[in-house]
C-alpha cells in the first residue's frame, strides 16, 4: 500500500489550498478515505472522510463548510480542498483508508497558515 500527498504549502489566512491523495495497493473504489492532520504536540486527528460508493462526507466541526473532500475512484485519488484558511489549520495532512488509518502512513504534506 502507498499514499502519498501532495498540494500543501504557505498560504496567507483565508486563503485556499487543495491536497490531493494517490493510493495505490489496494482496491480504492471500494474503501471509505479520508483526510487526517497533526499539528505540532498535538495528537492526530479525522479532518473529513468520504464513502466508498455513496460519497457520503463526513466533517470536522473545526473545518465544516471551509473544506471539501472529494474523490477519483478512476484514478485512485482522494482530494480536499481547502478553503478560508486559518492559521489553525497550519499541521501536516494525511490521508489513509478507513477513518481511523487502516493503513501505514505516507509521509504527508504540510500546510501553514501564516501573514
Known amino acids: 500500500v502507498q499514499l502519498v500527498e501532495s498540494g500543501g504549502g504557505l498560504v496567507q489566512p483565508g486563503g485556499s489550498l487543495r491536497l490531493s491523495c494517490a493510493a495505490s495497493?489496494?482496491?480504492?473504489?471500494?474503501?471509505?478515505m479520508s483526510w487526517h492532520r497533526q499539528a505540532p504536540g498535538k495528537e492526530r486527528e479525522l479532518v473529513a472522510d468520504i464513502g466508498s460508493v455513496s460519497g457520503r462526507t463526513n466533517y470536522a466541526d473545526a473545518v465544516k463548510g471551509r473544506f471539501t473532500i472529494s474523490r477519483d475512484n478512476a484514478k485512485n485519488t482522494v482530494y480536499l480542498q481547502m478553503n478560508s484558511l486559518k492559521p489553525e489549520d497550519t499541521a501536516v495532512y494525511y490521508c489513509?483508508?478507513?477513518?481511523?488509518?487502516?493503513?501505514?502512513w505516507g509521509q504527508g504534506t504540510q500546510v501553514t497558515v501564516s501573514s
Open positions: 495497493g489496494f482496491t480504492f473504489s471500494t474503501w471509505r
Open positions: 489513509n483508508a478507513g477513518r481511523s488509518g487502516s493503513f501505514d
